[in-house]
T-cell receptor
Framework: AQKITQTQPGMFVQEKEAVTLDCTYD???????LFWYKQPSSGEMIFLIY??????QNATEGRYSLNFQKARKSANLVISASQLGDSAMYFC????????????FGKGTLLTVNP | EPEVTQTPSHQVTQMGQEVILRCVPI?????FYWYRQILGQKVEFLVS????????KSEIFDDQFSVERPDGSNFTLKIRSTKLEDSAMYFC???????????????FGPGTRLLVL
């Protein structure tokens, strides 16, 4: 079984500052993927970034980067230069390797960006 | 950019009624999924679908639920006799094939908010 733990129910950050959202995971699979999704108040789930268990480099996508520490089983999301539009719920998720898999989500972190 | 679409965006139904939620996955994707999110809670997996059959389903996905790909583009979730606790946001997702050790990203639709009265 796979599990995601997000220990920060809510986070606050000032506009233009960086913020780190924590995610730890548990899995017995050797091959897996870690994902971050953003859910604004409108409700849709927006894919942000992906990290494969065999990837040696940390993933980056624009202002998003993933701090992947495999030995610690953590996959923290770093958002640089926060914007007001970043205010949303952020979910970390894990899926096992291969084409067909289910995603297991954490409970999420509500990020508020203050002007 | 290709995206997953879902209809309707909102559905209100009476307890015991049947509902069908519709999804159009991204056109070159082969794997399809349904998830649900009860208000204020985390997203939960319901079912995955590939090659016209269910690959995996969760314990939530009981006999009241069914999925179908009636044509080359639509993917549907049917709830036969809705209960109050079925009220949730239902997300459809799709992903493309990946090599064995890679994990294909699942792209989500905007969701259908179902309210059972």
């Amino acid at each position: 079984a796979q599990k995601i733990t997000q220990t920060q129910p809510g986070m606050f950050v000032q506009e233009k500052e960086a913020v780190t959202l924590d995610c730890t995971y548990d899995t017995s699979d050797q091959s897996y993927g870690l994902f971050w999704y953003k859910q604004p108040s409108s409700g849709e789930m927006i894919f942000l970034i992906y990290q494969g268990s065999y990837d040696e480099q940390n993933a980056t996508e624009g202002r998003y980067s993933l701090n992947f520490q495999k030995a610690r089983k953590s996959a923290n999301l770093v958002i640089s230069a926060s914007q007001l539009g970043d205010s949303a719920m952020y979910f970390c998720a894990i899926g096992r390797g291969g084409s067909n898999y289910k995603l297991t989500f954490g409970k999420g972190t509500l990020l508020t960006v203050n002007p | 950019e290709p995206e997953v679409t879902q209809t309707p965006s909102h559905q209100v139904t009476q307890m015991g009624q049947e509902v069908i939620l519709r999804c159009v996955p991204i056109s070159n994707h082969l794997y399809f999924y349904w998830y649900r999110q009860i208000l204020g809670q985390k997203v939960e997996f319901l079912v995955s679908f590939y090659n016209n059959e269910i690959s995996e389903k969760s314990e939530i996905f009981d006999d009241q639920f069914s999925v179908e790909r009636p044509d080359g583009s639509n993917f549907t979730l049917k709830i036969r006799s809705t209960k109050l606790e079925d009220s949730a946001m239902y997300f459809c997702a799709s992903s493309e094939r990946r090599a064995l050790q890679r994990v294909g990203t699942q792209y989500f639709g905007p969701g259908t908010r179902l309210l059972v009265l």
